[in-house]
């Protein structure tokens, strides 16, 4: 029987107890001064992010670069000992008459 009273009976609604305080509400001074700062550490991040992104570019396009000198520097070498072993080849006898 108290089962069937109890769901009977009204519930309740909450009452609207009026304005509410803005200051309660918003981030305030404090919130404004956390979001500028991590705002201004992004960007500092994002800036040295893109200087180390570039860097490691410039580093790539130098390797390249000297690997491509290194390559025609091995070619010159390899061409000078053809020769030198050409000139070597040359009969020695021949010279003399």
Do not use: C, K, Q
Request: proline share 5%; glycine share 8%.
């Amino acid at each position: 029987m108290h089962i069937l009273l109890w769901a009977l009976e009204a519930t309740p609604s909450p009452s609207d107890t009026g304005t509410v305080d803005e200051n309660l509400v918003t981030p305030g001074p404090w919130g404004f001064a956390v979001m500028a700062a991590l705002g201004v550490v992004v960007i500092l991040l994002l800036i040295d992010m893109l200087r180390r992104i570039r860097r490691a570019g410039y580093r790539a396009e130098i390797r390249e670069e000297l690997d491509a000198e290194e390559g025609a520097a091995r070619e010159g070498n390899d061409a000078v000992r053809a020769s030198d072993t050409d000139d070597e080849d040359i009969d020695p006898a021949s010279d003399r008459r």
